[in-house]
Structure formats: C-alpha cells, structure tokens
C-alpha cells in the first residue's frame, strides 16, 4: 500500500481494490460490455466501454463484448458490425470471440424449464390488459394470477407447445413465481418468455419465443464466468430480480451486479431511440453525421479514441449521476489535437492580394514548421508568390481602434512570410472589393521591419499554389441544455438551426489537396478541421470542424 491513500474518481475501480486487498475477491476480474444491436452507439456507451474495458486492464483480467439480442424486430447486423468497429477504434479488444445472448437461447430455455420444474415459474394466459390490471401498483399489492397454481406438468407442456408454435403472438407468456405483494414490482411475477414470430439476425427461424432481458442477462454472465456486471442505475431495482434467477437455477457461478450513473451531456441526447428518430426523419444525415453524438459521428468529425477515453477518464464513475457540460469533450480533443495536430493554413473566404513589387514569375518556397512547438514533426513547404489570398475578414477599409489586421496604409505580417503593406484597394462595378494592391518589404521574413511596427499576424495562401476545399463549420446540434426534458416542447424543437454551415471555396495550402487521413490540422486561427472520408473527392477536399480554437459558444462566435 502506498503512503497516501490515493483512490481514483472511479467507485468500481475502488471497490474491486479494496476487495481484492481484503481478500474478498480472489481470482480474475471479468467484466462484459453488453450492446443491445439496436443503433448505433452514442458517447455515453463510450463510459460504459471504458469503464468495463478500463477495468478489466487495470486488473489484468479479461473483458467480453456480448449482443444482448433478445430483440429480434428492431437488431440488425447493420448495428452489430457498426458496434463492434466502435469498440475496436476506442482501442479495446475483448476476450474471445464476439458473443451474442442468443448463443445461449438452449441454455435459457433449459433453464426455464429447470424453473417450471421446481415449481418456480408458472405458463400464463392473461391478456396484457388483465395483466397491467392484476399487477397492482406501487401502493398496491397485485392480485395472484389464476394461472399461477396451475401443475407443473400442464406448465412444462403449454411451455413446450409455446415453443412448437403452437400458440398465436402474446397469447401465452412464461412468467417467476416470486410475490405479487413485493414492494419491487419487478417481483411481481416477472415476465420470463414471450412469443414471438420474428426472423432473428443470429438463430433465423429457430425460435418464436424470445427470453426477457431481465432472464437473459444474469444467466449469459454466469455462462461467461462475468464477476462483475456493471450497469447503469435504472438497473439497480433489477438487481433482486437478476440475484433471483441466479439463486434459483444451476448456474455455473455467481457474477454480482453494481450499477453507476449514465454520462448524460448537456445540449446533447444520448438514448438510441431517440438518435434514431433524427436519423429516421431526416434531421441528420446518418448516424455517423458529424454533428451526433455517436462514436461514428464523432470520429468523422475528427475525434480522436485518446480524446474520447481522456474525456471518460475526466468524467469518473459514480452513482450520483449529474449532467457533464459538453464543453468538458470539446476541452479533450482541444488539449489532443493541439498537441498533436499538424499546422496548415486555410482561407476560408479569400480575397485576392497583389504584391505589386515583386516579381510575377517568381516563387520563394518558405519552410514552415508543422507543429511550432514539436520540432520532431519537421517543417513544411510553403510557396510565396505574386498573388495571394488572405480572408476577407481579415481586412478593413475603416479598422477599428486596436485592429490586429489589415487596413489601408498599414502593414501587416503574414504567417511565415514577410510584412506586407495595402495601398489600393480594387473594386467590381458593384462597389465590392475584389483586391488588394499591397507591398512587400524583402527585408522581413523572420526578422521585424525597421521604423514601422505591423499590426499583426494573419494566415494566407498562394494564389496559384493551393487548393480549393469545401470547409463544414458545425456547431451544437441543438441549441437547448436539456433538448429531451423540455416537457412543453419536443426534442426537434430545440434542433439549432446553424449546426452545419458549409463554407465552399475556401482555399488550402497545396500538400491538403492530398491530407492526412489519420489526425486533424489545425488550420491556423480558424480550428481542427478533419478530411471528410465519405464527401471528398480527388485532389477536392472536403474539411469537417472538429472544434474550434477555443470555447465560443453563446459568445456570437461561430
Ligand atoms: P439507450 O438508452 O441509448 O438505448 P441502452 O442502455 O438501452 O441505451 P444498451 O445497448 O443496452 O443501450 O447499452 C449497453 C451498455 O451501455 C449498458 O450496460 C448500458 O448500461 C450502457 N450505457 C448506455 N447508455 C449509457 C450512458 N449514457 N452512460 C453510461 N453507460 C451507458
Ligand atoms: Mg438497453
């Protein structure tokens, strides 16, 4: 034991310590990340992987990825494959092969008939209705159903019929014996099977009954040998329920069920139902549209896996639950990508600059460094030429006071290059500026001018050596904290109607024709901008905005 008694943000990871210093805990940890394949995974599943992959490293056991696919109608292989490319880029692997619930339908149905047997489960023919209605309520105590007591023997054979599809959808459900008086009304007589006509994506037409959630999940981790099943805290009045089914029938050993609090963001939605329905109607342009907060999204707006699992990291695990602002993500993957993104230059609306003294046939190749403060990540090659671009916002007719750019008569230096000076400005026959008329001064690359002082720094590109990009500044998908619990309004209400703004004919550096595919650049004083995989074409690249430089949200920046 160290000196000081330093204990993580994590409770879980605490808790198996302490046991395992104790000597209550003996033997491998083993825990299990465990998807239902019904959408794609969100940022707080993100928690959950971490937390369930975190702990099997640190303890050096093992960690399962299981589908927790009871759910036939809404699964499919679309989700299991997008799930399971997810795990794989947050940087986990789990033991084993991928393991499904449904590997273990024979086991279950064993075991339920193990139940039926013992006279623990019982085959039931009440309607829904009649069911809601004999089940009580929470200052209630529910009513005995008059199946309850019916023989073992007409039980096991109705339950047999059930799965020889004897029986029509819901007309015959396998439901625990345990108490209908039980102040948990997940004891009242639970729900254990159901019927189902329904193709499913692993066993195909195999079965028409279909096991509960609540019997699947703490027989598939005793199969799996799980010692520790972490859940979220709507599970926590489940868990008499899961210690039931253990108790009662055979199992191969005793995993323990501790449940922690869900991330929750704010400005963001973190249910799959509900992402679902803004991919379903359109709000988005898929799961993995960069605005969502999913794993997908994220990483085609240019997260990083470090990003996401420092940001995780941050965030702890508790059971007090709370709301984490966005802002804490968007401080990852800034401390990341400034650290590690390689620098460019990006003029996202250009306006044509003409150094009317310097040769037109010549070019001056500058060497820039790629990170200025990673001198490992060496330098690039930046041509200096006649003509150039700088962005339109970067210039004023009339500056005001204290302007840090360029204006009429004064000078200005641009990023690696020399100090230039406008003299004229040029106009369309509408009145617009379409040039500016500027000198260099020869005697300033690196070095300051003498007897002036410019302005300040701005970015720019050569006219004739870059590129044209399309650049897509995105900001909050919704423009309200807690866009699900607004009780007056729906969630499409509070859609920020300036999430995507598509900036076109913005010009890069020339090497962007080709970028990297790997990280982010910094495009310099603009933000992390990511190559858009799927949107680009050769040599017309298309830029997804990771993040701004810094945080201006609500502060009229963009
Ligand atoms: P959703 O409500 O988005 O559908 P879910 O809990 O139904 O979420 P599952 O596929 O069943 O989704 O979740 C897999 C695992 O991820 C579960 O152990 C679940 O508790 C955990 N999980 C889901 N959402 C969160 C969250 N917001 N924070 C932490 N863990 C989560
Ligand atoms: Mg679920």
Known sequence: MSAEPKKSNNFIR??????????????DVVTRFPPEPNGYLHIGHAKSICLNFGIADTFKGRCNLRFDDTNPEKESQEYIDAITRDVNWLGYEWDGEIRYASDYFDTLYDFAIELIEKGKAYVCALTAEQMTAYRGTLKEPGKNSPYRD????????????MRDGKFQNGELVLR???DMASPNMNMRDPILYRIRYAEHHQTGNKWCIYPMYDFTHPISDAMEGITHSLCTLEFEDHRPLYDWVLE??????????????RLNLNYTVTSK??????????????????????VSGLRRRGYTPESIRQFCDMVGVNRAGGTVDVGMLEFAIREDLNARAPRAMCVMRPLKVTLTNYPAAQVETLSLPVHPQDDSMGQRDVPWTRTLYIDRDDFAEEPPRKWKRLAPQQAVRLRGGYVITCREVVRDGQGEIVELLCEYDANTLGVNPEGYKPNGVIHWVSAEDSVEAEVRLYDRLFNHESPDSDKEGDLTDHLNPDSLVIVTGARVERALAEPRQDLPYQFEREGYFFLDPELSGAGRPVFNRTVTLRDSWGKGGN
């Open 176 to 178: 625990a014996k345990i």
């Open 273 to 294: 139902r509900k992402l679902k329905r803004l991919v379903d109607e359109g709000h988005v342009a898929g799961w993995d549209d960069p605005r969502m907060p999913t």
């Open 150 to 161: 019916r023989p073992v023997e007409e039980s096991l054979q109705l339950f047999r019929d």
């Open 248 to 261: 009662n029938t055979s199992v191969p050993c005793r995993p323990r069920q501790t449940e922690f609090a």
């Open 14 to 27: 605490n808790m198996i310590e302490d046991a395992i210093a104790k000597g209550d805990h003996t033997g």
